[in-house]
C-alpha cells in the first residue's frame, strides 16, 4: 500500500474533480462528433442508425466508460500496468495486461490519422477567416475541399502542425494545460454549435433533417451499420483504446466515477446530435450528397459561413474550435502509449514523445497519400486511411472494450469491483454489475458473429 501512495504522487493526479470531468469531456468531445457522426450518419441511411448509436452508448459506452475510469483508479498506471495490477492483486494471470497493452496500441493507430483530419481543419482555419469561402456553392466548396484532399504537401503540414502542437502538451505534462484551454474551449464550442442550428434551421431543409435523423427507416440498416454504429458508440466515448483508463489514473479518490461518467456522456452526445442538426439541413437545402463520406463537413459548413452575416468570423472560430477540441482528444489518444513508455522502459517523457511522434509522423503519411499519391491503393477495397479507420474503431476498439468487460466482470471479485466503482445504491451498482457481465459482451460479440454471416 505505501508503494502505491508514492506512486500517486510522483505521477501526479487531476486538481479536481471537475478538471477530470473537463479533462474526460475534451477527450471525448472531438473529430468523432462534428465530423464523423455526421459523415456515418449520411452513409448509414439516417434514423435508424442513430437509433442504434444511442442504444449503444446507453448499454455498452456508458457502463464500459465506467468501468475504464474504475480500472485506472485502482490500478494507477497507464492501461498496461493499471490492469497488470488489478490482475495481481485478483491473484489472476498477469496475461490479461494484453488488454491494456492492446488498448494502447489501437489509441496510437487510430491518432495516426486523426491528426490527418485534424489537419483539414487546421487548413480550413485560414482559408475561412480569408473569405475562401464567401458566396460558394455546393460544387465550388465540393472543389475546395477536393483541391485540398490533392496537396499532399498542404496536407502533411497541417498534420505535422498538429502532431507536434499534441507532442509538445504531452511533453510537458497533460494536466497543466488541458484545464486552462478545455475551461474556454466547451462553453465555446457549444454556443457555436447552437449558432450554427439557428442558421441551418432558418437557412436550410430543417424539417428534411429531422426526419432523416429522427425517424428511423430500419430497412436502410445492415449488419455492417449495426457494427459501424457500435464502433462509433467506441470512437465517440474514447474507449477501448486506453485513453479513459489513464485519464482515470490520475482522477482523485471519492469522485463518483458514475455521475461523472454519465456526464462525459451526455456532453458527448448533446455535441454530436447538435452537429447533425447543423449539417444536415444544409446538406439537403444545397442537394448535396449525405452519404458522401468523411469530406461532409468540409464541403458542408463551408457554403453556410460564406453565406451567413460574419461568416468568415463565425467560421475561422469555429475551424479554430474545432481543430482545439481534436487536440484534446489527440492529447488522450497518445497519453496512454506515452505513459507506458515512460513508467515500463524508464524512459524520459522527452525521449517518449520524440519517438512516438517520428513512428506517428511515418504512419499519418499512408493515411495522407490516401488521398492523392495512393489513391488506387486499395488491396482490401478501401484507401489506407480508409481502412486503418475501419478496423481501428469498428473492430479494435470493441475488441479492447471486450477484453475490459470479461476482465473486470469475470475476473476482478465484486467486492473489490464494488469498492472501487463506489456506487453507492446496491441497486443501481447490480444492475451495472450484470450488463458488465452479461449484456456487454453478449451484445458485442452478437454484432461480430452477426457481421460475419455466422448469425
Ligand atoms: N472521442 C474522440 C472523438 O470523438 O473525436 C476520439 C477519440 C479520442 C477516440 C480518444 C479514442 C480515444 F482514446
Ligand atoms: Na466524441
Redesign the pocket.
Known amino acids: 500500500a505505501r508503494a502505491r501512495i508514492q506512486d500517486n504522487a510522483s505521477r501526479g493526479l487531476w486538481s479536481s474533480r471537475w478538471v477530470f470531468f473537463l479533462a474526460a469531456t475534451g ?7 462534428i465530423w ?1 457522426f455526421p459523415y456515418v450518419t449520411g452513409q448509414n441511411g439516417g434514423g435508424a442508425f442513430v437509433l442504434v448509436y444511442l442504444a449503444c452508448i446507453l448499454l455498452i459506452g456508458i457502463p464500459l466508460l465506467m468501468t475504464e475510469v474504475m480500472i485506472g483508479r485502482r490500478g494507477r498506471a497507464n492501461p498496461d500496468g493499471a490492469v497488470a495490477r488489478l490482475a495481481r492483486e485478483a491473484g489472476a494471470s498477469s496475461r490479461w495486461r494484453l488488454v491494456g497493452w492492446f488498448g494502447g496500441l489501437t ?1 496510437f493507430l ?1 491518432l495516426s490519422f ?1 491528426l490527418v483530419v485534424a489537419g483539414w481543419a487546421l487548413a480550413y482555419v485560414p482559408a475561412t477567416f480569408s473569405g475562401a469561402f464567401t458566396g460558394v456553392s455546393g460544387e465550388a466548396s465540393g472543389e475546395l475541399f477536393g483541391a485540398l484532399l490533392a496537396d499532399p504537401l498542404r496536407l502533411v503540414v497541417c498534420a505535422t502542425l498538429v502532431l507536434a502542437a499534441t507532442m509538445l502538451i504531452v511533453g510537458f505534462g497533460v494536466r497543466g494545460g488541458l484545464e486552462r484551454s478545455l475551461r474556454f474551449l466547451m462553453p465555446g464550442l457549444f454556443v457555436l454549435m447552437l449558432v450554427l442550428v439557428v442558421y441551418a434551421a432558418i437557412e436550410g431543409e430543417f424539417a428534411q433533417a429531422l426526419q432523416f435523423l429522427f425517424v428511423p427507416d430500419f430497412s436502410a440498416l445492415t449488419a455492417q451499420s449495426v457494427l459501424v454504429a457500435l464502433g462509433h458508440a467506441f ?5 477501448g ?4 483508463m489513464v485519464y482515470g489514473s490520475y482522477l482523485p479518490e471519492g469522485t463518483s466515477i458514475a455521475k461523472t461518467s454519465i456526464l462525459v456522456a451526455l456532453a ?1 452526445t448533446a455535441v454530436a446530435l447538435l452537429a447533425g442538426l447543423a449539417i444536415f439541413p444544409l446538406v439537403f437545402g444545397n442537394s448535396l450528397e449525405p452519404g458522401a463520406g468523411p469530406g461532409l463537413i468540409f464541403v458542408t459548413l463551408p457554403i453556410a459561413f460564406g453565406q451567413m452575416p460574419l461568416g468568415q468570423v463565425v467560421g475561422g472560430l469555429f475551424f479554430v474550435m474545432l481543430v482545439i ?2 487536440l484534446t ?2 492529447i ?2 497518445s497519453e ?1 502509449s506515452i505513459a507506458w513508455l515512460t513508467e515500463r522502459f524508464r524512459i524520459s517523457r522527452t525521449k517518449a514523445v520524440l519517438g512516438s511522434g517520428l513512428v506517428l509522423w511515418l504512419l499519418s503519411l499512408g493515411s495522407v497519400f490516401s488521398f492523392n499519391h495512393w489513391a488506387d491503393y486499395q488491396p482490401f477495397g478501401k484507401t489506407f486511411f480508409d481502412t486503418l479507420d475501419y478496423l481501428t474503431t469498428n473492430w479494435l ?1 470493441p475488441l479492447g472494450g471486450l477484453g475490459t468487460v470479461l476482465f473486470t466482470g469475470w475476473v476482478l471479485q465484486k467486492q473489490v469491483v464494488s469498492e472501487a466503482i463506489g456506487i453507492r445504491s446496491n441497486c443501481l451498482f447490480l444492475a451495472w454489475w450484470n450488463l458488465l457481465r452479461y449484456g456487454t459482451p453478449v451484445a458485442i460479440v452478437l454484432v461480430f458473429l452477426n457481421l460475419m454471416g455466422l448469425i
Open positions: 477527450s471525448a468531445v472531438g473529430l468523432g462528433n464523423k489509441g487510430i486523426y470512437f465517440t466515448l474514447s474507449l483504446c486506453g485513453a479513459m458527448d477540441a481534436a482528444s489527440a488522450s489518444l496512454p476498439m
